[in-house]
C-alpha cells in the first residue's frame, strides 16, 4: 500500500500519486490527499524541481477531483 510505497527512499511517479489519489476521492478521505502531496513534497527534499514538475502533471488530476495542495490550503507556514 502507500506505506510500503513511503518507506521506499523515492519519490513516487505521478501516474502512482494519480492512482492513490484518485483512490482516496473514492473513498471521500481528503485528509490522506493532502498526507501524500506532502509526502511527496517532503520525499523530494532539497530537489526543489521535483515536487512543482509533479504538482504540474497532477494539475489536471487534482482539478478534476476537486483537491487543494497543501500551498494552496496555507499548510506550507507553520
Known amino acids: 500500500g502507500i506505506n510500503t510505497l513511503v518507506g521506499y527512499d523515492l519519490v513516487p511517479e505521478p501516474k502512482i500519486i494519480d492512482a492513490a ?5 473514492r473513498l471521500n478521505d481528503f485528509a490522506s490527499t493532502v498526507r501524500i502531496l506532502e509526502v511527496v ?9 521535483i515536487y512543482p514538475y509533479v ?3 497532477l ?3 487534482l482539478s478534476e477531483l476537486g483537491i487543494s495542495t ?5 499548510l506550507d507556514k507553520a
Open 21 to 25: 489519489l484518485r483512490a482516496c476521492r
Open 41 to 49: 513534497k517532503d520525499k523530494a527534499g532539497p530537489h526543489k524541481e
Open 55 to 57: 504538482i504540474q502533471e
Open 59 to 61: 494539475r489536471p488530476t
Open 70 to 74: 497543501p500551498e494552496e490550503l496555507g
